[in-house]
C-alpha cells in the first residue's frame, strides 16, 4: 500500500464522523492528535518526543468504550500543559471534537490497522503532507485558502535556489508547505545533509527554515508536518502584521503566498515598522517581505499576490515605488486561474532581490504570461511541472533579451512610470476570440468595477483618517 492509498483510507475515516457533525477541517486537526502519537511509536521516539508513557500510543488501542473517550481527553489536556515545548504546542488548547465513544475507538483502530511499513519506507512527513493536500483540494473544507499547489511550490523553490547556510522564512507559512520544500530541496543536494558538518547539519535542521502563522489550528498542522520532516524549526503562532511580527528580518530567501483580503473592519496592521498605512493585508505583507531581507544582494524573494497589487492605485503604487526602489523586481509570472481554492481568484509570483541602495534598484522587469490562452485548471486537469517548463527556460536564459516566446515581454521602469507605476503588464493578447467576440465579459465587468470602488473607498477612508489626524 503506497502513501496515497493510506491518504484515501484517513479521508474516507471522515465518513465515520459525519454523524457527530464534524468539519474537514476538524477531522483534520482531530487526525493530528492521533497520527503524532501514532508516527512517534512507528519511528519509535515516543521518549525522545517526551510523551509520557501514560499517553503513548499504547494507551489508546488498550481501552475502549467510555473509558477510551474519557482518558483521550485527559490526554489532549495534559499533553497541552507538556514541558516539552513541541508537544505543547501541538496540542495546545487541544479538544475532541468526537461525541460519540465507538467513533473514536473505530478512528483509532483504522489507523492502528493501516501499512505502517510502506509508509515508512515512503515518509512520514510526505504521508502526512499527503493528507494535508486532500484536505485543500476538497472545496467543502474551505482549506485551499492556505494550501498552495506543490507544484508551484517547487518551481518557486528552485527558481529562487536556496543555499546551504542561508536562512528562509515564510511570514504567512500556511503548513509550513514553502520551507518543506526548500528543505527537500537541499536535502536531495546533501545526500540529506550527510555531506554537511555537524554544525553545518545542526543550523539546517534547527536555523535555516522559520515562520509565522495567524491561524492556531493551522500552525498545529505546520508543527506537525516540520516534526515529521525532521525539522526543528522556528514557527510562531501569531499576526505577522503585528509587533509580535518583528523578529522576522535579515533573511536571505523568503518565499511566502500571503492571506487575500482586507483585514476585519478595515483596520490597518499594527506593526509600528511599516512604512506606508494600509488596510490591504497583501500590501503590508509586500512591505514587510522586501524589509526583511538581507541587506545584500543576494537576498531574494519569490511572493505569490492578487492582480490588485500590480495595479491599485494611492498608497498600492507607493509601495509599489518603494519596492522597485529598494528591490530589483525583475521577474513577474502572470499565474493561470483556476489553480486556487478561490478559482476566480487571479494571482501572480513576484521574483525580487535586494538592491544595493534603495533607489532606482529597479532597471527593467520581464513579465511571462502563463494565463492568456491556457487551459482550465483543476480536479480533471491539474498543473504540472512541464506548464511551467518554457517560463523557467526564459527566466535562467543568461541572456533574456534573446529568448524567443511571445508570452516573455520586457518592460523599462520608465515605462512602467509613465504606466503610473502599475505592474498590471504583460498580458497578451488572446487570440481565441475574433474582434467581435473579444468583447469585456459583463460579469467580470462588473467585478472589476466593484473591485476598483472598493479600493475607490479605501483610499477615500485612508485620507479622512489622516486629515482627523492633522486636525487632532
Known sequence: ?????????????????RDDGITYQQYVTELTYLLFLKMMKEKGEETEAAIPETYRWDSLTSRDGVELKEHYQRLLLDLGKSSSPTLRQIYADATS???????????????????????????????????????????????GQYFTPRVLIDVMVELTDPKIGERCND??????????????????????????????????????FSGMELVKDTHRLALMNAQLHGMESRIEQGDSLSNNGKWMKNFDVILTNPPFGTKKGGERATRDDLTHQTSNKQL?????????????????????????VLFESGVGATIRRDLMNKCNLHTILRLPTGIFYAQ????????????????????????YDLRTNMPGFGKRNPLTHAH????????????????????????????????????????????????????????????????KLEQAVRLLNEVVEELKAVEK
Open 97 to 143: 471534537s468526537i461525541a460519540e465513544p465507538k467513533n473514536l475507538e473505530k478512528i483509532i483502530k483504522s489507523i492502528d490497522a493501516l501499512d505502517w511499513y510502506s509508509a515508512k519506507q515512503e515518509g512520514l512527513g510526505d504521508l502526512y503532507e499527503g493528507l494535508l493536500e486532500k484536505n485543500a483540494s476538497e472545496k467543502k473544507s474551505g482549506a
Open 171 to 208: 511570514p504567512a507559512c500556511g503548513t509550513f508547505g514553502f520551507m518543506i520544500a526548500a528543505d527537500h530541496y537541499l536535502r536531495q543536494k546533501t545526500d540529506e545533509y550527510f555531506d554537511l558538518s555537524p554544525q553545518q547539519a545542526r543550523f539546517q535542521r534547527q536555523e535555516a
Open 1 to 17: 500500500m503506497n502513501n496515497r492509498e493510506i491518504v484515501q483510507k484517513l479521508w474516507n475515516l471522515c465518513n465515520v464522523l
Open 284 to 308: 503590508n505583507f509586500l512591505q514587510i517581505i522586501y524589509n526583511a531581507l538581507k541587506d545584500d544582494t543576494s537576498a531574494r524573494a519569490a511572493v505569490v499576490l492578487p492582480d490588485n
Open 388 to 451: 511551467f517548463a518554457q517560463f523557467m527556460e526564459a527566466y535562467r536564459a543568461k541572456d533574456r533579451h534573446l529568448v524567443k516566446d511571445e508570452r516573455w515581454n520586457r518592460f523599462t521602469r520608465e515605462e512602467i512610470a509613465r504606466k503610473g507605476d502599475s505592474l498590471d503588464i504583460g498580458l497578451i493578447a488572446d487570440e481565441s476570440l475574433s474582434a467581435y467576440e473579444n468583447l469585456p465579459d459583463p460579469v467580470e465587468s462588473a467585478e472589476e468595477a466593484i473591485g
Open 344 to 367: 476566480g481568484v487571479k494571482t501572480n509570483v513576484l521574483f525580487f532581490n535586494r538592491g544595493a541602495t534603495d533607489q532606482g534598484s529597479t532597471k527593467e522587469v520581464w513579465v
